[in-house]
């Protein structure tokens, strides 16, 4: 009678491989799940083996008890290969993903079922081994009350769908997590029938009992009205009450907008707000403002708002806008002296970058250090645009730190046709200048200029240049050259130019009367 098993041992042996295949093809990310499958294979082939051992050498007791175990283990293998089947190869191919609980219910029922209907087959009592597994049941209950709320709570968490995997939590004091964690960003990697798996930003995990989760409130980012969404963050700043709201506000917009950010999301586009006037905490005399934009990838938030963070601090900056200090801080004005020291350090440092420029090397000492006197500060953050092409704007910037791009958009087949398309003209390394055509000549400005690292600047504009070039006109002919020669490569990139030389020699005669014209010389 044994013998007759081995259709069943091919069968299943076939059943396995075909399995294995599916699984494979059609989602692969369930490949561990068939270990169970080939371990209860093996093992069941082995107890029919054992059996028919048994039976050859005349043990029949033996050879019943593990012809039994193998039948269970039969009907064991039978569930799972139809529960993989079902659930990693019919279901993923309509489109249906189901919680792995689940199937692993699916499985634990069969089970049940197949262990009753081989104990009857084999004539023992199938009630008697109920009422026992019932009240094995009720004893393991009371005594592993805490695991046994951890695994219904895992199964209502699949089930009703309201934490899956991918989703982003935020790990507060409400999930009863305390130490490092609390208080952090995580992404649901797994949730298990005892506990949530959840996997910080800093990769370290965070392992969550699933009681906690339903007994507190969960902050899911990202996801409303079981929808998902792009997840908005605000990062927070203060200023001095003595600046206007709505100044602060136009400021931080137009520098968020000037050029976009990596892993932020064009729409809907970053806003400020005035979140506060601040009068506790230790922020007395202070206006909390709050930038609120969203990110494509959560995973990445500590670096896009550290550039939220330094592109609002340059913003304000050019501005001349500090950020807030308390008003219970002490503060002294500094005598003239000190003033004047400080004024006089800053003075020269701007001299030294001056030197340093060859468009500059004709300039007498007294007259840099009246261009040095007269110029204004201007930080930028990387990715932001410091100017843009066709503005007109009246004053030239020293680059004293950083490097910057000089792209200039060309349209290809004219107005109503493709649109522009930028062009990448050179890189400039400080110190170096750039912007010099709208100082002397007042021209529209013909490229756009970038920041691509975290630059220094200073604005240099039309008044002192004035007062050079008025105090010493000759000084315009060998600005004219230089000018042209820079003024020529940048439309050979944009225009494709072919006599450059001729182009030069015309540019600078055209230069040189621009600015005699433009500064009235």
Not at 19 to 36: D, E, K, M, S
Not at 144 to 165: F, P, W
Not at 243 to 251: E, T
């Amino acid at each position: 009678m044994l013998w007759d098993e081995l259709p069943w041992l091919i069968g299943l042996f076939v059943a396995v491989v075909v399995t294995a295949a599916a699984v494979n093809f059609v989602h692969p990310q369930n490949r561990p799940r068939l270990r169970r499958v080939v371990v209860l294979y093996t093992l069941y082939t082995s107890a029919m083996g054992a059996a028919i051992a048994f039976h050859t050498i005349d043990r029949p007791t033996w050879s019943d008890n593990v012809a039994l175990a193998g039948s269970l283990l039969q009907g064991l293998l039978v569930v799972s290969i139809a529960a993989m089947l079902v659930f990693s190869v019919a279901l993923p191919t309509v489109g249906v993903q189901l919680p792995r609980i689940a199937s692993d219910l699916v499985i634990g029922l069969g089970a049940i079922a197949v262990i009753l209907v081989v104990l009857s087959r084999r004539g023992l009592d199938a009630t008697d081994a109920l009422v026992s597994g019932a009240v094995v049941s009720a004893v393991l209950a009371l005594s592993l009350q805490s695991t046994l709320g951890n695994i219904l709570g895992g199964v209502a968490l699949q089930l009703d769908g309201s934490i899956k995997e991918g989703d982003w939590v935020a790990l507060d004091a409400g999930t009863g997590i305390t130490g490092a964690a609390a208080g952090r960003l995580g992404r649901v990697r797994a949730v298990r029938w005892r506990h949530t798996v959840v996997e910080l930003r800093d990769f370290s995990t965070v392992i969550v009992p699933n009681a906690q989760l339903l007994a507190n409130s969960i902050t899911i980012l990202g996801r409303r009205d079981g929808n998902e969404t792009m997840p908005r963050i605000g990062v927070m700043f203060s200023v001095d009450f003595r600046y206007a709201p709505g100044r602060i506000i136009r400021l931080v917009n137009e520098a968020l907008a000037l050029a976009p950010i990596d892993n932020v999301c064009e729409a809907p586009a970053p806003v400020t707000s005035c979140l506060d006037f601040a009068s506790r905490d230790g922020r007395e005399a202070l206006v909390t403002y709050v930038v609120r934009y969203s990110i494509h990838d959560l995973a990445l938030e500590e670096g896009t708002s550290s550039r939220i963070r330094a592109r609002v601090y340059s913003a304000l900056r050019r501005d001349g806008i500090p950020l807030g200090m308390p008003a219970m801080l002490a503060y002294s004005e500094p005598a003239d002296e000190v003033l004047t020291r400080r004024l006089s350090r800053e003075v020269d440092e701007r001299l030294a970058v001056l030197r340093r420029i060859q468009l500059f090397q004709a300039f007498t000492d007294d007259e840099l250090r009246t261009l040095a006197v007269a110029m204004n500060d201007a930080s930028y953050s990387l990715g932001e645009t410091i100017t843009k092409q066709g503005a007109t704007a009246h004053w030239l910037y020293v680059l004293a730190e950083g490097k910057v791009e000089v792209r200039t958009n060309i349209d290809p087949d004219g107005p109503g046709g493709e649109p522009d398309r930028p062009v990448f003209v050179a890189q400039i390394t400080a110190p170096e200048i750039f912007g010099v055509m709208g100082l002397v000549t007042g021209e529209p400005r013909v490229a756009d200029v970038i920041a691509v690292t975290d630059v220094e600047c200073f604005r240099l504009g039309k008044q002192a240049f004035e007062k050079v070039l008025l105090a010493r006109p000759e000084i315009a002919t060998g600005l004219s050259e230089r000018i042209a020669a820079r003024r020529v490569e940048l439309l050979a990139a944009r225009d494709g130019l072919d006599d450059v030389s001729g182009k030069r020699q015309t540019e600078t005669e055209r230069i040189k009367k621009a600015i005699t014209n433009f500064f009235g010389l």
